[in-house]
């Protein structure tokens, strides 16, 4: 059961060849309960990634502090799984031998290293590829790969930045139903950045809005649409309603953005 708390984070970016410093983002507050699922949507360039960054412990904040079950978030750790929307595998490595990397990492024993790795394979959805390198796989089966690493290391709370942005509509509904019917079994706290506004709403039981940078949080909106989630629930009128309400947001949003942009 892991809480996550950002409290007051800033970053500002040192200017290019002297140039005036950049605030990426204003001070933002969250709070994010134990097994709750967070999209965090935004126009592009609206610090969305570099918070989820700051939570990972891959960037220092400018202020504020992250914690995690109490404790300061200072540098990256196993309790924090990352997924990025390039999908980082191991090319010298199978399929198996990815998914286990952080296991073999922390000197786990062999044999329990296998089932916590065969059990993640199954649950993906890649039995009989175990050893398959990743250039042998589509993008899609490359996430899954991905995103089965990030989970057998256990981690508190899993991160994910844009996981679904190189794929195909086709191939993306599919991971976006995979990932939820996981989250759905094993509840694990869940952080999720995207610019797609019905991705945000399908997977998420809050959807937080940031504004055009520096970023700061603009709304958090509940998203109480029953569990388990199918496609068709993109159809619906209640999902119909909460995608007009956040698509003005983020067109507002993006007007200021194009408004402050030089040239």
Known sequence: MSKLVIEGVSRTFAGV???????ALQPVDLSVAANDFITILGPSGCGKSTL???VAGLEAPSTGRVLLDGKAVGRPGPDRGMVFQSYTLFPWLTVAENIGFGLRERNMPERERNEIVASYIDLVGLKGFENHWPKQLSGGMQQRTAIARALANDPAILLLDEPFGALDN???????ELLLGIWERRKKTVLFVTHDIEEAIFMASRVIVMSARPGKIKSDVPVDLPHPRHYTLKTSPEFSTLKAQLTEDIRIEAVRTAQTQPG
């Open 17 to 23: 060849r002297g140039g005036q410093p950049v605030q």
């Open 52 to 54: 989820l960054r700051i």
């Open 170 to 176: 086709q191939t993306r509904g599919l991971m976006q």
